[in-house]
Every structure is written in structure tokens, then in C-alpha cells.
């Protein structure tokens, strides 16, 4: 069926847009850390497993899970659910979102690290001002909707995005590298692990502290919906156009928590959020005009996000965000 030009890229806006309230959500469930981890990588995890049973007539390749690929895949998810849910209960959401939305330059700096693959003098330029800017968002204060933020959450948070932007890199280089190992599998087997572990940890009664209802809203309805869209999206447009597309939430999500929250961003925050975007607006857009290649991609959460050397996209689901 021939679809409209737009059409990848009203998919790739309509993933990211959904994408965006889902900081706001695990704010207003007013729960720790841990909490956040187990409901809602319990509930992610149990999704990807019932989307891929329900829509696999044989299920085939899980043997590939317990491959050195697939148990990275896997471990790299339950690391990042882990620091996503954790940093965003320290930090502020800006100053977390701006960490993990340096994911495409991580993934390029990996892809070069561990498999030799050229990295651009515009990949070091950009992660050296992206770095500048995620520093001086850190080094500003802005208040929270739960407690005073002190500088040691804030840099904590920060460090929890970045650790998230690296393992996500990872993932999706060896995914890439992995192609016959089932994405949804591994994705779920990952968040259900983490999950696993912050239910033995948290400590008794804090599972049923805060509400419910908004953090299951993010695992059983926004990041599967939001993951459905944008890799429909990455089959019908080029990459660099959703990447371009999921800096949205980098700058709506943070919106989103200041406009129902007292959360509200310092100045520094707000010069250093500008240039993390702009640095990374522009390294995309660079690779969209670079000629297309076999080793031009690495996928981004929840869409994709180019390489080293930009590209149109494989015909494979990108993964999402924990």
C-alpha cells in the first residue's frame, strides 16, 4: 500500500509527542525510586513479552537470548530501567532527559570503541559540547515538586542519564551487530529482571506508597504505544528524522513537569538544556546529508538515532526507552 511522503514522519511526531508526558506521570506518582523501578519495569517487561507471544506464530531465536549479545541486550535494559527510574526520582527531569538525549553520540563513540568503525570530527565536537552543556545544567538550581535539590542528587541524576545513554548505546550497537536476536524478548526480559530486583530490594510497605495509577499509565499504555509508532516510523523515514523528532521530549518533558509542577528551571538549566539540543539538532542533521551506508545507523530509545555515519534506517524495530 503506497503511503503519503509525511506519513513516517507524522508516526515518528505522534511517537515522541506521546512520549513526552511520561516524566510528568512518574512524578505525580509521588513514589521513590525503587518504587517507580519495579511497577513500572514489571509492567514494560510483561507488555513486550505478550505483544511478541500474541503476535509470533512460532516463536523462534529465543535460544539467541543466552548468547553474548542477547544477555548484553539484556542486561543493558535492566541497567537502564534501573537508572532512568532512579535518576529521575534524584534530579531534575531536565537535567536527566538532557543526559539521555545524548544517546546517538554515545552509540556512535561505542560503535567506534568496540567494532572500529569510523567516528566523525563532528561526533567529538558535539559530545565535548553536549557534556559543556549537561555541566552547566547541573551546576544551576531549580526546585522540585518533592524536596530541595541539592547539587550531589543533581550530579547523581545526571550521571544516572548518562549511564542510560550508554547503556542504551550499547544495546542497540549490538543489536545492530545481533540482527536475528528477537528485540521484544530481550527488551522485556531485561525490564522484568530489573523489576525482579527492586522488588526484593525496596523495603516493605513503599511498594504501595504514592499512586499507582500514573506510573502503570507509563508502562502499560505510553512507552509500548510511543514504541509501536516510532518504529512503524523508522520502516517509512530516513533515521535522522526521528532522532530529530525525539528531541521533542527532551524539550516538552521538562515543559510538562513545569507546567503542573513547582519544578521550575534555573537559568543555567535553561542555557545549558539549549545548547545540550541545539549541539545535538545539528550533529543530526549533519548526518542526513552525508551519503548513505551499510554501517550508517544506531538505534535510538524508543526510535532510532544515527551512527557515526547517518543513513535511512533497517527494515527492524527500534527499541524504547525503559
Not at 100 to 116: E, H, I, K, N, Q
Request: proline share 8%; aromatic share 4%; net charge positive.
Amino acid at each position: 500500500m503506497q503511503r503519503p511522503p509525511h506519513y513516517g514522519l507524522g508516526l515518528a511526531a505522534l511517537g515522541a509527542l506521546v512520549l513526552t508526558p511520561d516524566t510528568l506521570l512518574m512524578r505525580l506518582s509521588q513514589m521513590d525510586g525503587l518504587a517507580m523501578l519495579v511497577w513500572r519495569a514489571l509492567a514494560l517487561g510483561t507488555v513486550f513479552w505478550a505483544i511478541f507471544l500474541l503476535t509470533s506464530r512460532a516463536p523462534r531465536n529465543l535460544g539467541l537470548l543466552l548468547t553474548r549479545p542477547g544477555l548484553t541486550v539484556i542486561a543493558c535494559q535492566s541497567a537502564n530501567a534501573a537508572l532512568f527510574s532512579l535518576g529521575i526520582s534524584m534530579a531534575p527531569v531536565a537535567v536527566v532527559l538532557l543526559a539521555v538525549a545524548t544517546m546517538p553520540v554515545c552509540a556512535a563513540l561505542l560503535s567506534r570503541l568496540l567494532y572500529g568503525e569510523p567516528t566523525r570530527r563532528s561526533t567529538w565536537i558535539t559530545m565535548a559540547a553536549v557534556l559543556l552543556g549537561i555541566a552547566l545544567a547541573v551546576s544551576g538550581k531549580g526546585g522540585t515538586g518533592h524536596g530541595t535539590t541539592e547539587a550531589s542528587n543533581t550530579l547523581v541524576g545526571a550521571l544516572c542519564g548518562l549511564g542510560v545513554a550508554l547503556t542504551l548505546g550499547l544495546s542497540f550497537v549490538t543489536l545492530r551487530h545481533a540482527p536475528r536476536l528477537p528485540l521484544l524478548p530481550a527488551m522485556g526480559s531485561g525490564a522484568l529482571i530489573s523489576g525482579l530486583c527492586g522488588l526484593v530490594l525496596i523495603a516493605p510497605g513503599a511498594l504501595t506508597e504514592g499512586h499507582a495509577l500514573p506510573i502503570l499509565a507509563t508502562g502499560l499504555l505510553i512507552l509500548p504505544i510511543s514504541f509501536f509508532c516510532l518504529s512503524s516510523a523508522s520502516r517509512h523515514t530516513a533515521a535522522a528524522n526521528v532522532s530529530l523528532l525525539m528531541l521533542l521530549e527532551t524539550v516538552l518533558g521538562p515543559v510538562w513537569v513545569w507546567a503542573f509542577l513547582p519544578e521550575s528551571p534555573s537559568p543555567r538549566m535553561l542555557l545549558g538544556g539549549a545548547i545540550v539540543v541545539a549541539s545535538l539538532a545539528l550533529y543530526i542533521l549533519s548526518t542526513r546529508r552525508r551519503p548513505v551506508s551499510a554501517s550508517s545507523l544506531a538505534k535510538y530509545a524508543g526510535g532510532e538515532a544515527p551512527r557515526a555515519e547517518g543513513a535511512e534506517p533497517p527494515a527492524r524495530p527500534p527499541a524504547a526507552r525503559p
